[in-house]
């Protein structure tokens, strides 16, 4: 009845033009399109404790994340990281990460920035404007 389908967008470009393919504006579909490309991120490695943060953080923004079941009791010292949200999640955990980093002690901060900016870095393209 309604002809439903699955829309497959992976770049912007692509979601741009599945956007505005319904009639909305232009300052809509810059709105909205970073809600709708999803990427999944592995991190290798990070400490519990840094692991922890980041996956608060992200559920805090309405995205997802994981961690290893060695990580609540820290009976291994790092644990790989699956992030899991939009780039409108992935942009707003940058920042918020960039700005708390200042309150983490110096160990925390450093893994932490890096972190941050290994994200921008990887999700640079994604994340341009």
């Known amino acids: 009845?309604?002809?439903?389908?699955?829309?497959?967008?992976?770049?912007?470009?692509?979601?741009?033009?599945?956007?505005?393919?319904?009639?909305?504006?232009?300052?809509?579909?810059?709105?909205m399109r970073d809600k709708a490309i999803f990427r999944v991120v592995r991190l290798h490695g990070v400490r519990n404790a840094v692991a922890n943060i980041i996956k608060q953080e992200m559920l805090s923004l309405g995205a997802d994340a994981t961690v290893s079941m060695w990580t609540v009791d820290c009976s291994r010292p790092r644990t790989d990281v699956l992030l899991m949200g939009t780039l409108k999640h992935y942009r707003m955990l940058i920042a918020k990460m960039r700005i708390q980093a200042a309150s983490l002690p110096s160990k925390k901060k450093i893994e932490y920035c890096a972190v941050a900016e290994e994200l921008l870095v990887l999700l640079k393209n994604d994340l341009c404007d």
């Open 1 to 31: 009845m309604y002809k439903a389908k699955l829309v497959r967008a992976s770049s912007r470009p692509t979601i741009e033009l599945e956007i505005g393919s319904i009639g909305v504006s232009r300052a809509c579909v810059l709105i």
